[in-house]
């Protein structure tokens, strides 16, 4: 049984760990502003440059994850890319459009966080109640069930990885599914 104390970190630790998707992303950008932080939109296999394959073109931060492996997880059709770039952080979200029904949303958000922040989250999320260590992931990694969110510390950085089906976080099989492809990217 978890104490009020308990309780009150793990909520402050996914508080914390919403604001860093929250600025990773550059949620709140205006896109037609030009802020550097709003989405780009993404290259398809289909939209190619003349004279590129697939193997050559780059879609930025959403090379972060294979398109196969999001829709394997999801069991849906990719509808929506959403990559971002800020100082120390890359982001990707792939999945199903948005809406306001939460139960419609389904999604992958992968993000890779670098620096001296990046290090204290997962120090702090390590320890707290719940966490379950997961082996085989860089140089170490952990699941927060309560938060849905898989962490590898890899080197100097941190990759974290949520998965959200029908609205819902998804289980920690399919956030190691997306962290190893991830990894072997990189």
């Known amino acids: ?34 802020d550097d ?39 849906v059709e990719i509808e929506r890319r959403e990559p971002h770039e800020k100082e ?8 199903t459009k948005r809406s306001s029904e939460m139960e419609s949303n389904s999604f992958v958000n992968v ?16 320890v707290e109640e719940g966490s379950k260590q997961v082996s085989g992931l860089g140089d170490r990694a952990f699941f927060l069930p309560n938060a849905g969110a898989l962490f590898v510390v890899d080197g100097d950085e ?6 959200v089906k029908e ?5 920690q099989a399919d956030c190691v599914t997306v962290a190893k492809d991830v990894l072997s990217r990189r």
Not at 88 to 95: A, F, L, N, P, V
Not at 158 to 163: H, I, P, R, S, T
């Open 1 to 34: 049984m978890s104490t009020p104390g308990a309780q009150q970190r793990a909520r402050r630790l996914v508080g914390l760990a919403l604001v860093c998707v929250i600025v990773a992303s550059g949620c709140g950008s205006d896109p037609e502003s030009g």
């Open 37 to 75: 932080a709003s989405p780009k939109p993404s290259t398809t296999a289909s939209e190619a440059p003349a004279g590129s394959t697939p193997e050559e073109e780059s879609n930025g931060p959403c090379d972060l994850v294979s398109d196969d492996v999001v829709v394997d997880v999801l069991g």
């Open 88 to 95: 120390g952080s890359t982001t990707c979200i792939k999945g």
């Open 111 to 126: 993000n890779v966080f670098s620096g001296q922040g990046a290090k204290q989250l997962a120090n702090q999320a390590d």
């Open 158 to 163: 941190v990759v974290n990885v949520q998965v």
């Open 167 to 171: 609205g819902k976080p998804s289980t």
